[in-house]
């Protein structure tokens, strides 16, 4: 169509500015499109500005995402009598078959038209009955124009080719920002939920630990539990048996998060089902391997470390069984060498059906004390890497000669310190026992 001269000045009058005013006005606009969380607002207030930058008199936004030929939905409009929101208000929206808009959209070209009138049967009609001159902009999703803008003009004649490249790239550069947005607030949305739902699971985790510690005669037991997300595979219990004898029960499941937690909750779920009382230790740890192999890990590579003790105040003896566990680390308190309370080699539960555990004793003295823990504490990390070790480990135990929880205290200041404050990359347990 012919251009006609324009009665007001063009859009190319923005150029003519001088660079400093037009590099001031962009930056304004770029910081205040950056405190956008909403992108309903982000259109809004690029709209506004574009509007002034190409000297329009309205600006209209179609889409024809998820339509079919020749339907097109206005998504934004000076005819509407109040804003829609395109996003949470789509049911709102006009939706159009046919006419102009559906024909510029479903072309998907970039055109300008300077001598524009609408037919008054168009089903468009309302929405670009004063306008003249307009430059149809298409904004591309997975190549396809999915929605498209249409900067109008009340005079004919108003826009020239000269600029209008560059209104269609940064158009559709806008157009991705706001796609960016819509995705990180699914993302959001969608990350809350699992929050959510991963607290939930960490709340039943955590119900499955002791609420209380128990109270022996003749022993003073302090826990310390920390998963490095919000539920983990680490498992602590004790078991109140006849003749004040204590059941120690401690395990890690290969792997932390919500997986290991799953795995965690069966294993407590076994170990509290098996018939009669809990022991002797080896029958447990074996009770349990059955029936993880049975059905729950067989051919998953998931795995259970585990430890499970009955320590007899009368005797002071330790009797215990391990399955592939972290063997515990034993103070002495008579000055003797201190060391570690080691059993017989054995596969972690979860791997072989068959696998035999063993019992094995171990004596202990007034003023022992006993750590059990998992392999979160000796591989804490430092920022440069090093583990903290069971070294680190044996020197916190050796430095202090007061109560349970005050060793444990001492710990896991002595792993803040060497990790900087860095957080746990896996699940932590501790376990002290002092006769």
């Not at 020749?70 to 996003?87: C, E, L």
């Not at 038209?113 to 008054?120: A, H, I, M, Q």
């Not at 035999?356 to 022992?368: I, R, S």
């Not at 070294?391 to 916190?396: H, I, Q, T």
Request: glycine share 8%.
């Amino acid at each position: 169509m012919p251009d006609v001269p324009s009665s007001r000045p063009p859009v190319t009058a923005w150029f003519g500015q001088p660079a400093g005013e037009r590099l001031a006005y962009v930056v304004d606009m770029m910081r205040e499109l950056s405190r956008q969380t909403e992108p309903a607002d982000a259109v809004r207030v690029y709209g506004e500005r574009v509007r002034h930058i190409l000297n329009a008199d309205a600006r209209i936004s179609l889409s024809r995402r998820d339509l079919t030929s020749p339907q097109v939905r206005v998504t934004s409009s000076p005819k509407f009598s109040r804003p829609i929101n395109a996003w949470t208000q789509r049911e709102q929206l006009p939706l159009i078959e046919g006419g102009i808009l559906s024909d510029l959209i479903w072309a998907g070209e970039a055109v300008i038209l300077n001598d524009f009138r609408v037919d008054p049967n168009d089903p468009a009609a309302e929405h670009l009955a004063d306008v003249r001159s307009l430059s149809a902009i298409p904004l591309f999703d997975g190549g396809e124009a999915l929605n498209m803008i249409l900067v109008c003009r009340h005079d004919p004649g108003a826009f020239t080719d000269e600029h209008f490249p560059e209104n269609v790239w940064l158009s559709n550069l806008f157009g991705r920002s706001t796609g960016n947005l819509v995705t990180r607030k699914e993302l959001q949305r969608a990350y809350d939920r699992l929050d959510r739902e991963l607290r939930i699971v960490a709340d039943i985790q955590r119900s499955l630990l002791p609420t209380e510690l128990p109270k022996i005669a003749g022993i003073d037991v302090a826990a310390y539990y920390n998963t490095s997300e919000h539920a983990g595979g680490d498992f602590y219990d004790f078991f109140e048996l006849p003749d004040g004898k204590l059941g120690i029960f401690i395990a890690d499941v290969s792997g932390h998060g919500t997986p290991a937690a799953v795995i965690m909750a069966v294993t407590h779920a076994i170990a509290h089902t098996r018939p009669g009382q809990p022991t002797p230790p080896a029958e447990v740890l074996a009770f349990v391997n059955r029936h993880l192999c049975a059905r729950y890990t067989n051919g998953t590579g998931t795995f259970v470390t585990a430890f499970y003790g009955v320590f007899d105040p009368k005797t002071r003896e330790l009797h215990f069984a391990s399955a592939g566990h972290n063997p515990p680390r034993l103070k002495r308190a008579k000055g003797g060498p201190n060391g570690i309370v080691e059993s017989s080699p054995a596969l972690p539960l979860g791997i072989d059906a068959d696998e035999p555990y063993h019992d094995a004793v171990q004596k202990l003295e007034k003023g022992d004390t006993l750590l059990l823990y998992t392999d979160g504490i000796t591989e804490a990390r430092s920022p440069d890497g090093e583990l903290f070790g069971t070294e680190r480990l044996d020197a916190a135990v050796s430095g202090c000669c007061q109560s349970s929880q005050t060793l444990i205290d001492s710990i896991i200041r002595r792993i803040a310190d060497f990790s900087c404050g860095l957080p746990a990359s896996d699940d932590q347990t501790l376990l002290v026992i002092r006769v």
